[in-house]
């Protein structure tokens, strides 16, 4: 006798998942490879999706996207480690049509990211191991830490600048600001209030809070440099004029790999140190660089630049010859290029650079 089986298999079946990532809740947009299934709002955890997923499609192979921003990748790794093949995208790349650029809405940007994940449209970023993630926190750490000392310094100033407070004849020079003797002076300064005495010494107080944070974690930066996974690139990386032991950390903590790029216009590509274009004809209109790209090292790579322009003889020639024809700006992107240039060669090759001078 025949009975009757109400079991679901979706063997050999892609479901297709794009969802929005935000604190209190995702939506959700789930596709067959013919059917838009539904699209809905669940809460902030993997595992709801995946339970979903299991008990509607059971069975099934699935594929999920969603865009970086700022949840980092812990999702990405817990939904790998529940079975989904997850990729992060960055959201430039996402295919969109006008309409849902003007028209903008959670289930909007959730049906594209899913219909893009189903077509093979989409290019996953690059997402770094755990142990990258985590030393990349110390050294962006630091860097946060500097913005707000520098925050703190100028509250101090504009305090002092309020209240008629000159500066000493010793510290009327920037470069004395902020030594010991100079914050001994702020500590001494009397008020007429009690009040104003207690706010300069709040503000003080957060100051040398901060800057004793400050050095904690660059000592910290320093210990981590030490170890057998950052030593070695390290001091390839430091051979190159302009470049630190901060910058090495931060170029090495950003990249993780310099092997993930097939060559120097992909590195350049991602630092952000690319001129935008516009074509159309005959006509060609080359601008200035690119507003996408990776900030932190593009920031760090051209600052090393004006240093590596004064101290490296054949950056020194380039960075003239070029500043004969643009503007000193634009010129030291041109250097970047060639310092960025130079961080590929040493990482690839396992080789220092090693100064040289046409004769």
């Known amino acids: 006798m025949q009975t009757q089986s109400n079991k679901i298999d979706f063997n050999g079946q892609n479901i297709y998942v794009g969802f929005d990532v935000h604190l209190k809740s995702w939506t959700v947009t ?4 013919k059917l838009t299934h539904k699209t809905f709002s669940q809460a902030p955890k993997p595992e709801v999706l995946f339970n979903y997923l299991s008990k509607t499609f059971p069975g099934g192979t699935y594929h999920s996207a969603y865009e970086a921003g700022f949840c980092g990748y812990w999702i990405h790794n817990k939904l790998i480690e529940l079975g989904i093949k997850s990729m992060v995208v960055n959201p430039a790349d996402i295919p969109t049509t006008g309409k849902e650029k003007v028209m903008k809405t959670d289930p909007r940007d959730s049906n594209k990211i899913a219909r893009s994940l189903r077509s093979g449209d989409l290019i996953p970023i690059h997402v770094p191991s755990i142990k990258t ?3 990349r926190t110390l050294v962006r750490t630091r860097a946060t830490l500097v913005k707000d000392m520098t925050r703190y310094k100028n509250r101090i100033k504009s305090f002092l600048y309020y209240h008629g407070i000159e500066f000493p004849e010793a510290f009327s020079k920037a470069q004395t600001h902020w030594s010991n003797r100079f914050n001994k002076w702020l500590e001494d300064i009397e008020m007429s209030e009690s009040s104003g005495k207690d706010s300069l ?3 003080v107080g957060q100051s040398k809070h901060m800057r004793a944070s400050i050095l904690l974690v660059t000592k910290q ?5 030490k170890t057998d996974r950052y030593k070695k690139p390290l001091e390839l990386l430091r ?3 302009g ?3 901060l910058t090495a950390m931060i170029i090495l903590t950003e990249i993780e790999t310099i092997n993930r790029f097939a060559n120097i216009d992909q590195l350049c590509g991602f630092i952000g140190l690319v001129p935008s274009c516009s074509t159309s004809g005959d006509n060609e209109v080359i601008g200035d660089i690119t507003p996408r790209g990776h900030s932190i090292l593009r920031s760090a790579i051209i600052e090393s630049s004006w240093i590596a322009a004064r101290r490296d003889p054949a950056l020194n020639k380039s960075y003239h010859d070029y500043c004969r024809r643009m503007e000193p700006n634009k010129a030291i992107i041109r250097i970047a290029r060639k310092v960025t240039s130079r961080i590929s060669f040493v990482l690839k090759n396992d080789q220092p650079y090693v100064y040289s001078v046409v004769r």
């Open 243 to 245: 470049i630190g032991l």
């Open 30 to 33: 789930i596709m067959t490879e």
């Open 239 to 241: 051979s190159i004029p």
């Open 221 to 225: 930066i320093k210990e981590l440099a």
């Open 133 to 135: 993630l985590e030393d």
């Open 201 to 203: 010494n709040a503000l």
